[in-house]
């Protein structure tokens, strides 16, 4: 005996088919969240309102090498060299990771969108990865653009070609410290963001962060001064993330006295295995972090 209901039924087309194009896999995938992470952070594919801070501090920081070139074309004299440049706008790039960092990953969080991107073939790893590489190239462009105003304004008023292999040397060293800078400072910024949906929260606890680091290495520095303590003097650098990378620099470029008033004795190795260490830790935290969330 047969169904009524079975015999009744109707099968419908409405238009679902199989994908037959191209699977790019995760690669691309990881590729691509890169890229949407460095135009996020400059405000690129968003709202006029989001461009405004990225490009305020791209334009201060621009202005000031052009202030500095324009100096050294008029009177001949290195106000700032290429390795000290970073450091004078440290501040500026802690504020732009403070920003950009929470940018990148807090509205993922708050939405509630990272299950999709966890789908395949995106791995969590890739995810953070991306992420974290997209504010280290964000923040090392930061730099790298005004570093090369400087370098173009200088190499145009060196004597000959040995002048001009110095000057490059000399850039590229900046260019180096500059990385030194972001892969540091995008580091801490891109694990606290990563703790909050909120950003102005994320954004806000990573300024503490740094300002209270800050803090401690003005004490520990000033209780070495008190003391006569030269060894706790040296050391002191390594409370800040900023003079922690200053410390680096001391130790891998030897910028010249004038640049720095800070000593760091025999500790160089300590200060690079430190920065390293610093580094590592907190990529690793960020893919800890990313492998519990959203499950």
Not at 262 to 289: E, H, K, Q
Request: hydrophobic share 55%; aromatic share 12%.
């Amino acid at each position: 005996m047969s169904n009524p209901d079975i015999a009744s039924g109707v099968i419908h087309d409405i238009g679902y088919q199989r994908y037959s194009g191209v699977r790019l896999g995760r690669g691309y995938a990881a590729r691509s969240l890169y890229v949407h992470g460095v135009r996020t952070a400059f405000g690129f594919g968003r709202s006029a309102k989001a461009k405004i801070f990225p490009w305020f501090v791209v334009a201060v920081m621009l202005l000031v090498a052009v202030i500095l070139t324009a100096i050294r074309s008029l009177q001949g004299e290195v106000v700032l060299g290429y390795t000290a440049f970073p450091d004078v706008m440290s501040l500026l790039t802690v504020l732009f990771c403070a920003i950009a960092g929470p940018e990148l990953v807090s509205r993922d969080l708050r939405t509630g969108v990272l299950p999709l991107y966890f789908s395949r073939p995106l791995a969590r790893s890739d995810y953070a990865l991306a992420k974290w590489a997209a504010l280290v190239t964000s923040a090392w462009l930061l730099l790298a653009a005004p570093l090369a105003v400087m370098f173009f304004g200088g190499a145009f008023g060196v004597a000959d070609m040995g002048e001009f292999w110095t000057e490059l040397g000399h850039f590229l060293a900046g260019l180096g410290y500059a990385g030194v800078h972001a892969l540091l400072f995008a580091s801490i910024a891109i694990l606290i963001g990563s703790l909050s949906g909120r950003r102005a929260v994320s954004a806000a606890i990573i300024a503490a962060f740094f300002l209270l680091a800050t803090a401690v290495f003005g004490i520990m520095a000033s209780l070495g001064f008190a003391t006569e303590n030269t060894t706790l003097t040296e050391l002191s650098l390594l409370f800040s993330p900023p003079t922690l990378a200053q410390g680096v620099e001391l130790w891998l470029f030897n910028p010249r006295p004038e640049d720095l008033d800070l000593s760091i004795g025999d500790f160089g190795p300590v200060y690079g295995l430190a920065w390293l260490g610093f580094t590592l830790l907190s990529v690793a935290l960020l893919l800890l972090r990313y492998r519990k969330v959203a499950r």
